[in-house]
């Protein structure tokens, strides 16, 4: 949950860094 908001920060490229 936690990365997901760090990630969802930075945009749609963080959110797929996420995978």
Known sequence: ???Y???R???T???V???
């Open 13 to 15: 490229s963080g959110y």
């Open 5 to 7: 908001n760090y990630y």
């Open 1 to 3: 949950a936690k990365h």
């Open 9 to 11: 920060s930075k945009g």
């Open 17 to 19: 860094a996420l995978k």
